[in-house]
């Protein structure tokens, strides 16, 4: 009986998402996801071959565009911020006191030995402006049914031609994601999961990103805690907040 | 002057041991001096050599925005082969280069990498750029340098996947299969670096037609003024193996001030000694009618005979020596490669006439100065006092 009503029930599912037009499915998204501006406190736990290292960090962001992270811990990063600006990045280092802007090959490198690039950061345009998207299944994902998207790059300029997500069909939340590149290989991998409604909206706690090019279980970049539409000074964003 | 040195070529063999100590020590600052400054003249040339032959040619164009020393300028430093260099690049007088950065994966390390573009038929450079066969079509064929297939751990055969942004900035990967693997002594040509044909790469990149760099055969060839490309000619292309090669220089000067210095305390020494000892000669050469100036005239050539004598025993042991080390080279006891510069691990001197007579020339003067100071007391002596040995 149950083995008939699965598929039954996700036919239906199915056909009620294709009604719901996919972009405003993202739109959705998009509400829980994004906000004006928020402060979070995060553990980055990222997984080498041999052994994990955990970092801790606060951030401060406004939109996608703008955003200030002040590394708590290890006492080796203790005091390393790194500042975001549209599609400009400098990092400070208290050892040497500098600031050097990330640019070129370094974008490429990954941040603090994590399955991130300073790449990944940089890409801050809204999905539904430069993807056509496109419900194509359901599939239980953690025990929650979700919505399969399939996103094709509408605009010349963006980073990753294919992506897939998996949204959640009750929090609207994605649950997870693969971005490809423009041959179809799977260049990365993101789960999401412990969301949790906060403020009204529903919001992933717990992110896994892991490059599938490279060897490793990934980096888990825990949020401990997240406060939406606060009030941050405008100072903080700029490069004179790097050496305070 | 004659007979000066006929009698200073006495008096020094007459003196024996304390002579040939100071010929050694001499004829050791000569051969030193002459070999180190054929290890700087060798490296220049093959330095000069293995870049021309590698990386630069007679010559370069670069696309103006181009700066290998600021990553911001290469994702723009690119646009269509300019007309004027059809006539040469169909001559295969004239190759141009594409340069993307991307990102290589080996064993599921993450490496920062170049990606070249580059013509499979090409003959200005010794890169094994045939070995880019062009028909395979399930990975991209790839010829790299012996340094970068040691930090990639990567062998002939090998595929690797890399990663790279088109010129929209979109991701795309791919594996590539290493064809090849060369050794070269220029570390710009073989560390980060990746080589694969250049349609496959302005395809890649949606740079069709495109380059960044275009190399000539002959740096006597005209130069073009070209909108949108900078000319750079050899020497300038050349001016940091120039610079190092000063810089280095400089610092090898301090070693044969040193290795004079020692050699010249001797015959100081040496000449001091001689003035104090031969106090009656030196009023018998007054008696008999020689003007202080003679005197002073025949110590001083005395101390340049040194020199002589030095220079004809660095040729006796020094030529063998010299001869042997130019063919066979010196090998360098730490590894080359981390230098950063185009260095051969085994450097091999080479001699000019000039570097060899400026030394002797440089070595006999010097001398002479110090033989000559010393002397200068003589034309104080009083010659009575001086026949009697009596100490002034």
């Known amino acids: ?244 | 002057m004659k007979l000066a040195i006929k009698l200073a070529f006495r008096n020094l063999i007459g003196a024996g041991l304390r002579t040939w100590l100071n010929v050694i020590v001499l004829s050791f600052s000569f051969v030193i001096i002459i070999w180190l400054k054929g290890v700087m003249s060798g490296w220049d040339q093959q330095a000069k050599t293995d870049m021309t032959n590698w990386e630069i040619g007679g010559g370069q164009y670069w696309h103006e925005s181009y700066d290998p020393y600021d990553p911001f300028t290469f994702s723009d430093s690119h646009s269509p082969i300019p007309g004027e260099f059809t006539g040469e690049i169909e001559k295969g007088d004239m190759e141009p280069y594409l340069i993307a950065q991307g990102t290589i994966y080996p064993q599921g390390r993450i490496q920062s990498i170049m990606i070249k573009g580059i013509n499979p038929n090409q003959s200005i450079f010794m890169l094994p750029a045939h070995k880019l066969d062009t028909s395979m079509t399930d990975a991209i064929p790839s010829i790299i340098g012996s340094l970068m297939a040691k930090n990639l751990k990567a062998g002939i055969g090998d595929r690797v996947t890399i990663q790279w942004r088109d010129n929209q900035g979109t991701f795309d990967a791919a594996e590539i299969l290493i064809t090849d693997i060369f050794t070269v002594s220029v570390p710009a040509v073989d560390q980060g670096q990746v080589y694969i044909p250049l349609d496959r790469l302005q395809s890649m990149m949606g740079l069709e037609g495109e380059a960044t760099i275009l190399t000539y055969r002959n740096s006597e060839s005209p130069v073009v003024d070209v909108p949108g490309w900078t000319h750079k000619p050899k020497e300038i292309l050349t001016a940091q193996v120039d610079e190092m090669i000063k810089m280095k220089t400089t610092g090898q000067s301090v070693l044969y001030a040193v290795l004079l210095l020692l050699a010249m305390l001797a015959i100081f020494d040496t000449q001091v000694l001689s003035i104090f000892r031969r106090q009656k000669e030196i009023g018998t050469y007054v008696a008999l009618g020689y003007t202080r100036r003679q005197v002073v005239g025949l110590f001083t050539v005395e101390g340049a005979m040194y020199a002589v004598f030095a220079a004809l025993l660095s040729a006796a042991y020094g030529l063998p020596f010299l001869a042997w080390q130019a063919k066979a080279g010196w090998t360098m006891p730490v590894d080359a490669s981390d230098f950063g510069m185009a260095i051969a691990q085994t450097l091999y001197p080479v001699y000019s006439a000039g570097l060899v007579v400026s030394t002797v020339l440089l070595v006999l003067l010097v001398t002479t100065v110090v033989s000559y100071w010393p002397s200068r007391r003589i034309a104080k002596m009083n010659p009575t006092e001086a026949l009697r040995g009596k100490i002034q």
């Open chain 1, 1 to 244: 009986m149950k083995t008939i009503l699965i598929p039954i029930l996700s036919t239906c599912l199915l056909i009620s998402a294709t009604a719901q037009d996919a972009n405003e499915i993202l739109k959705r998204v998009e509400r829980n996801m994004s906000s004006d501006n928020r402060i979070f406190e995060s553990s980055m736990i990222i997984h080498g071959n041999r052994a994990s290292r955990t970092i801790t960090s606060r951030t401060y962001a406004v939109g996608d565009k703008q955003s200030f992270t002040e590394y708590l811990s290890p006492a080796r990063e203790q005091g390393t911020k790194m500042l975001k600006l549209e599609n400009q990045l400098w990092i400070y280092s208290p050892s040497t006191d500098r600031t050097i802007q990330i640019s070129g090959h370094m974008l490429r490198q990954s941040v603090m030995g994590s399955d991130l690039s300073y790449e990944d950061m940089m890409d801050d345009r809204k999905i539904t402006e430069i993807y056509d998207s496109e419900v194509t299944g359901t599939e239980p994902v953690d025990g929650r049914n979700t919505w399969i998207l399939d996103l094709t790059a509408k605009v010349t300029d963006v980073a990753y031609h294919k992506r897939k997500m998996w949204i959640d069909t009750e929090r609207y939340v994605p649950l997870r994601e693969e971005l490809f590149a423009k041959s179809g290989q799977l260049l990365k991998r993101t789960s999401l999961s412990e969301v949790k409604q906060i403020e009204g909206r529903w919001f992933p706690m717990k992110v896994i990103y892991k490059d599938m090019l490279k060897q490793g279980d990934g980096t888990e970049f825990v949020i401990t805690s997240v406060k939406f539409n606060q009030s941050i000074p405008d100072y903080i964003f700029s490069k004179a907040a790097l050496k305070q």
